[in-house]
């Protein structure tokens, strides 16, 4: 159990600053794009689902990042764990953290009057979160690029926005406010993809 604490502590220390640091900003400096103020139910599950989402995709994404550093990855067989292990531990904290942030900034609009079923949106932002990040790693995995990982869940969010619901059906993100089963779906493809994409970076390793 030691040894994964390590793996966490040194990818926390000199690992996630940026991804986690991108995320905060983003939260941060999002009143200047939308408004977190006085909004009716519809208008929150908008900005969560189609703005506080995309964190998702900034902190899962770079769970693989550190391998790119050789001396590292030697360092890291060097101890007799599985690559697959390692990258568990990641996605752990990247969960941690989009859950405490998700958390922080829902209650932030909640203190400006944002009116929401606080339960509800906060799990079905969370699943859509899951579904982004997912799809981010395996795509990194697949592609072994770093820029794919965030590229492709991007498309995915810009194709949902310009018309997708027609074909993405229950995978389609934006339906805290109608259909709230397509949540369920994403959170599960999220987490499928997310094994996916652990397994198969592990075997590359």
């Not at 991804?19 to 139910?41: E, Q, T």
């Not at 995709?57 to 890291?76: C, T």
Request: glycine content about 10%.
């Amino acid at each position: 159990m030691e040894k994964y604490y390590e793996v966490g502590k040194e990818y926390l220390r000199h690992h996630a600053a940026p991804s986690f640091a991108a995320a905060a900003a983003l939260l941060i400096l999002s009143p200047l794009v939308v408004g977190i103020r006085n909004l009716d139910a519809v208008q929150s599950a908008r900005v969560l689902e189609t703005f506080v989402a995309l964190i998702g995709i900034l902190l899962f994404v770079p769970i693989f990042l550190p391998e790119q550093d050789r001396a590292l990855r030697d360092v890291v067989s060097a101890r007799y764990i599985r690559m697959e292990k390692v990258y568990s531990v990641r996605a752990a904290l990247a969960l941690a953290g989009t859950m405490l942030y998700l958390l922080l900034y829902m209650l932030a609009m909640q203190s400006g009057d944002c009116r929401m079923e606080f339960g509800r949106f906060y799990l079905g932002t969370l699943c859509e979160m899951a579904a982004f990040g997912g799809l981010g790693v395996l795509s990194y995995a697949l592609c072994d690029n770093l820029v794919a990982g965030y590229m492709i869940p991007l498309f995915y969010v810009i194709a949902a926005m310009g018309g997708g619901e027609k074909y993405l059906g229950k995978f389609y993100p934006f339906q805290m406010i109608g259909d709230y089963s397509s949540k369920y779906w994403l959170g599960a493809a999220g987490v499928l993809c997310l094994a996916a994409g652990i397994l198969l970076r592990g075997r590359k390793r």
